[in-house]
């Protein structure tokens, strides 16, 4: 799957900046609002304390630069240099400020989108945790002038994108994350119903806009069409009682040292929602799951998950939870086929996946 992040030596290829003087305009009054207002305030705030900490704490400079326009966030690289005592130490930072109103690149639902990370990391890491997404040193809605988020970067700790499918390691550590955080949410409802319902009451569902609405309509056949031409016609029935649903997903990070995955974060929480875990491990599984030997992996990888999932959270029915994730390989197959950056080659490859398999249902 693509926005997964490694720990390697090289360099993550950016966005190109966005060339209107209007988007120039944009990024300009927020790097002012970062350099002026925000850094300085964060700082007077103790942000980038340790909480035992009782040295004096200053401002001295910082640098920033565009990293990515996006419809819900605009996102900045910051190092930041903050003196403890008179003793400098620079704070390698992404800040993520909600599109100003009237930006030509806002989406309509921006700010439902920047909401439910801002709650994520204000609020639900309490009960989830942190070990497995990026230090918050802020998440804030309006105390600052502008709602925004501050995460270490996590590309100057050596993190970078990795393209394309992910070998057996990697995608044994992004499963072993996965479970840890479905672990937490399944227990937290199990344990603090009340908790885990305002959890679900307040997340946002993101509306698709029209475009994407036309968009997906277009693609809803894509997979119909390569089904028409597989000599297993029973897989069309099953796919067209599924297409009327809608993915959403999370976006994961993965971490390597010496060729070997050694740590993973989860790095975008703005289209979270209540659903089945299937929704997040089933096209991951699929996509990176060759055919040779195809069953017999898939089954490793999901005993992977399940036991991760009972280290956390014991109590869980384990074959139940595989159970639902098996049942909705179907469903993760539409989710694949929306995606843009899958070809046809590829999902034809996660369906012959799929007819190799047992148990569907």
């Known amino acids: 799957m693509e926005n997964l992040l490694a720990r390697t030596t090289g360099q993550q290829r950016l966005d190109d900046a966005p060339s209107s003087v209007k988007s120039h305009e944009v990024w300009e009054r927020s790097i002012a609002f ?56 620079s704070f390698p930072l992404l800040v993520k400020l909600l599109p100003e109103d009237g930006a030509e690149h806002k989406s309509p639902t921006a700010f439902d989108a ?13 009960s989830y945790g942190t070990d497995f997404v990026p230090r918050c040193y802020l998440s804030d809605l309006g105390r600052y002038g502008r709602p925004v988020i501050v995460l270490e970067d996590l590309e100057e700790a050596g993190y970078a994108q990795v393209d394309g499918e992910l070998d057996e390691d990697h995608l044994k550590l992004c499963v072993q994350v996965l ?32 475009e994407a609405v036309s968009h997906y309509e277009k693609r809803s056949t894509r997979m119909l069409d390569i089904l028409g031409s597989m000599p297993n016609s029973g897989f069309a029935e099953r796919m067209k009682q599924r297409l009327n649903k809608r993915p959403m997903e999370i976006v994961k990070g993965i971490a390597t040292e ?104």
């Not at 603090?192 to 806009?209: D, G, H, N, V, Y």
């Open 179 to 210: 479970a840890k955080f479905h672990a937490r949410g399944l227990r937290l409802r199990a344990t603090e119903p009340q908790i885990f319902r305002e959890f679900q009451a307040k997340l946002l569902e993101i509306s698709l806009t029209d």
């Open 114 to 126: 920047y909401q439910n990370e801002e709650m994520f990391y204000s609020k639900m890491t309490r």
């Open 34 to 89: 970062i350099e002026q207002q925000l850094l300085p305030e964060m700082v007077h705030d103790r942000c980038f304390c340790e909480p035992s900490s009782r040295e004096f704490v200053e401002f001295d400079s910082a640098t920033i630069r565009l990293d990515e326009l996006s419809r819900s966030s605009e996102i900045y690289r910051v190092n930041i240099v903050v003196k403890f005592s008179g003793e400098p130490s």
């Open 258 to 361: 010496n060729g070997k995955p050694i740590d993973a974060k989860v790095i975008d929480w703005q289209t979270m929602r209540y659903c089945s875990p299937a929704v997040d491990l089933g096209p991951i599984l699929l996509y990176n799951v060759t055919r040779e030997n195809g069953p017999s992996e898939v089954q490793k990888i999901l005993t992977l998950y399940a036991d991760t999932v009972r280290s956390e959270y014991p109590e869980i029915d384990a074959e139940r939870l595989r159970e639902d994730i098996v049942g909705k390989f179907l469903f993760a197959c539409v989710v694949l086929s929306f995606l843009d950056h899958i070809t046809d080659d590829e999902l034809t490859r996660v369906l012959l996946l799929l007819e190799q398999l047992d148990d569907l249902d």
